[in-house]
């Protein structure tokens, strides 16, 4: 099973600042099978991007993602109000089974 | 736009078999494009995935959950449903039914729906 592990579990920033998050795999990740997501409180999962940069539809253009192989970033530029959430890779690289990082809680500093 | 709601008990009794439906809305469940599957989320072990399954009946389930799972298609209703069996304290969580559309990520989800496993 291929481990994702996220950091740093809390990240603190000011609004209208940038926040930078990883997601590290235990595997090498091939053509870019990453995802992120936004979770709020009392909410679903919401997808924001796909194979590792690609936004998905409705996401804003401050959302941009990066990376390759076991190393990838999510990056929110000038964080606004509604950003302020948990954040979560998952890889479909390697199957069985999908997994997840364990989440990235961006709070107000 | 497709829409997907969870359904079933939200308490459970040891040893019995957790029993949720998930209704589709805004698409077809036999679209050839899509995948529908269950995820489950504890404060413990975050996001898990519990299974898959394809308009053809076609199944995929997470080894983890060691063949409890068991994950079925209904295409007159379009719903697929989830029956995990030999519940404990430990498949306490909140269920998501999504979907997966031309990748293996999660693209729509359902609003969750909590399950307890209490007696």
């Known amino acids: 099973e291929m481990v994702m592990t996220q950091s740093p579990a809390t990240l603190s920033v000011s609004p209208g600042e940038r926040a930078t998050l990883s997601c590290r795999a235990s595997?090498?990740?091939?053509?870019?099978?990453l995802a992120w997501y936004q979770q709020k409180p009392g909410q679903a999962p919401r997808l924001l991007i796909y194979?590792?940069?690609t936004r998905a539809t409705g996401i804003p253009a401050r959302f941009s993602g990066s990376g390759s192989g076991t190393e990838f970033t999510l990056t929110i530029s000038n964080l606004q109000s509604e950003d302020f959430a948990v954040y979560y890779c998952?890889?479909?690289?390697?199957?069985?089974?999908?997994?997840f990082g364990q989440g990235t809680k961006v709070e107000i500093k | 736009q497709l829409q997907l709601e969870e359904s079933g008990p939200g308490l459970v009794k040891p040893s019995e078999t957790l029993s949720l439906t998930c209704t589709v809305s805004?698409?077809?469940?036999?679209?050839?494009?899509?995948?529908w599957g269950w995820i489950r989320q504890t404060p413990g072990k975050g996001l898990e995935w519990i299974a898959d399954i394809y308009y053809s009946g076609r199944t995929f389930d997470n080894p983890s959950l060691k063949s409890r799972v068991t994950i079925s298609i209904d295409t007159s209703k379009n719903q697929f449903s989830l029956k995990l069996s030999s519940v404990t304290a430990a498949d306490t969580a909140v269920y998501y039914c999504?979907?997966?559309?031309?990748?293996?990520?999660?693209?729509?989800w359902g609003l969750g729906t909590l399950v307890t496993v209490s007696s």
């Open positions: 805004g698409g077809s469940i036999s679209s050839a494009n899509y995948y």
């Open positions: 595997q090498t990740i091939i053509a870019g099978n």
């Open positions: 998952q890889q479909y690289n390697n199957w069985p089974p999908w997994t």
């Open positions: 999504a979907s997966h559309n031309s990748g293996w990520y999660f693209d729509y």
């Open positions: 194979g590792a940069s």
